[in-house]
């Protein structure tokens, strides 16, 4: 959470740096590019993320770590070949993308960026696969150390350097793809002595048998990648070629704060997932529902503050991303009200998942895509941005709503609990009627919100302390791979 936290402000920090030194245009030019980078890279990684956490806390937990390596390298080897390709297909086709989105007009260097982003590409998938890979062996701490901290801060600390030198957006462009090319050598190196500090060997020649059980459960996981991504990036594009890149640049820091939020989400995924993983393969199906109920309750109390906060302070808090921006008002109030819908189900997707339900999930994902785009085609054009907002915004709510419905009905899992629904109690008083009531009494735009949040903040923690013990915070502390095992 600590991790979560910090890139949440250095990612906040990336896109204000960004709003504030550009240009809309040339902002929207700097989103779609990194838009396009997110979505290829993720269609690279073809879900092996999630395929590489289930399997080897799955064989850690059934003591066949001779399996780990097999599987390891099954899932590396089409990832390094598939990122490739994706790699030459930006040069080839990301041209004529940025001049249908009318971007290419803005930055005659707009090549010359794609590139760049096609040489992370490759770097990019592989890390990312690994850092899902040390997870899956037993620590998150590579995950927060190197990808919550280290990469976003050197993001940020590039992006905000080229900004301050009043560098052009292509520039800009290249300082948030180039902390890959450093983090991804790191995580390879710390992955390397986990596997050997756990006895676990680096290679194996049998791992072409593990293909086909890999990656028929990661198939699935593939599609699903590239629909989540298409589901919060694809908006973007949308929005570019329809209204043109400053609509664009609106749109994507009105909704910014929403990827704050979700880090919270990632937080306590990145736990949840393998001991999920552990309890299910040894048919522990009952503390898996507990698990399931409990991360649902530590999801609300960690992100509905945001999501409440947001949807209450937006005519504020959209100044902060410039006077270009008041325009993305009711489309932040929508799309976080939503997602603060969405987290209220919890990890519901981990666990179709985790029970074997990847096909289903696919369904779902793509069921929930089809009807954002379907939505956004039919209202950007006659109602601009809050279009691709409520398009959104129905997206989420089918892509929670659903799997909630579904995995309680095969295997009675569920997210309610009197403890859920005391946080969101707690959390739509104290930061949605305490705020709120300042800013009727004061304005929709004055800065006396801030005490007031920081009240709210104060007496939300008392609340969580002295609920110490119903809410398991006990269980919040380091756990060694060998000990998880």
């Given at each position: ?116 982003v096609a040489i992370g590409i490759p770097i990019g998938a592989l890390y990312d696969a690994l850092t899902a890979a040390t997870r899956g062996l037993g620590s998150a701490r590579p995950t927060v150390l190197v990808e919550k901290i280290g990469r976003p801060l050197l993001q940020g ?268 109690i707690s959390i739509g008083l104290l930061f949605g009627v305490l705020p709120g009531i300042f800013l009727l009494i004061f304005g929709s735009k004055s800065v006396l919100v801030i005490p007031a949040l920081v009240v709210a903040t104060g007496i939300y923690l008392v609340i969580v ?21």
């Amino acid at each position: 959470m600590v991790g979560a936290g910090l890139s949440a402000v250095l990612n906040l920090v990336i896109v204000l740096a960004v709003t504030r030194s550009l240009s809309k245009p040339d902002a929207g030019f700097v989103f779609t590019a990194t838009a396009i980078y997110v979505l290829i890279e993720t269609l690279s990684n073809a879900g092996t993320g999630v395929g590489l956490v289930h399997f080897i806390s799955s064989d850690l937990a059934r003591g066949e770590r001779h399996r780990i390596p097999q599987v390891v390298w099954a899932s590396l080897v089409p990832v390094a070949a598939i990122s490739l390709v994706g790699a030459a297909l930006t040069v080839a086709v990301s041209p004529v993308l940025l001049r249908a989105l009318g971007t290419a007009a803005i930055n005659r260097h707009a090549d010359t960026a794609m590139v760049i982003v096609a040489i992370g590409i490759p770097i990019g998938a592989l890390y990312d696969a690994l850092t899902a890979a040390t997870r899956g062996l037993g620590s998150a701490r590579p995950t927060v150390l190197v990808e919550k901290i280290g990469r976003p801060l050197l993001q940020g600390i590039g992006v905000f350097i080229a900004a301050a030198s009043g560098a052009s957006s292509v520039v800009l462009v290249v300082a948030w793809v180039a902390p890959y090319a450093i983090a991804a050598p790191v995580m390879a190196v710390w992955f390397v002595r986990m596997m050997r500090s756990a006895g676990v060997p680096l290679y194996s020649a049998q791992w072409p048998q593990s293909l086909r059980p890999v990656w028929s459960f990661t198939a699935p996981r593939a599609l699903t990648g590239v629909f989540q991504v298409l589901l919060q990036r694809l908006d973007i594009l949308l929005v570019g070629g329809i209204l043109g890149a400053s609509a664009a640049a609106v749109y994507t820091g009105a909704t910014r704060f929403v990827v704050v939020g979700q880090l919270g989400n990632q937080a306590v995924s990145y736990a949840f997932q393998p001991q999920l993983a552990r309890l299910v393969a040894t048919q522990r199906l009952e503390e898996a529902r507990e698990l399931f109920r409990v991360s649902a309750a530590w999801i609300v109390g960690l992100c509905g503050p945001l999501y409440m906060a947001v949807c209450v302070t937006a005519p504020w808090l959209v100044q902060l991303l410039g006077a270009k921006y008041q325009a993305g008002v009711w489309t932040m109030v929508v799309v976080t009200g939503t997602m603060f819908v969405g987290n209220a189900c919890g990890l519901v997707d981990v666990v179709l998942v985790t029970l074997g339900r990847t096909s289903l999930n696919m369904l779902n994902v793509a069921v929930a895509l089809v009807l954002n785009v379907s939505i956004d085609v039919v209202l950007i054009p006659h109602i601009g941005i809050i279009g691709a907002a409520i398009g959104w915004a129905v997206a989420i709510l089918v892509n929670n709503v659903l799997p909630v419905i579904q995995v309680h009905r095969s295997n009675g899992f569920t997210p309610f609990s009197r403890l859920w629904l005391q946080a969101l109690i707690s959390i739509g008083l104290l930061f949605g009627v305490l705020p709120g009531i300042f800013l009727l009494i004061f304005g929709s735009k004055s800065v006396l919100v801030i005490p007031a949040l920081v009240v709210a903040t104060g007496i939300y923690l008392v609340i969580v302390w002295r609920r110490r013990e119903v809410l398991n915070l006990g269980r919040i502390r380091p756990v060694t791979a060998t000990a998880s095992a």
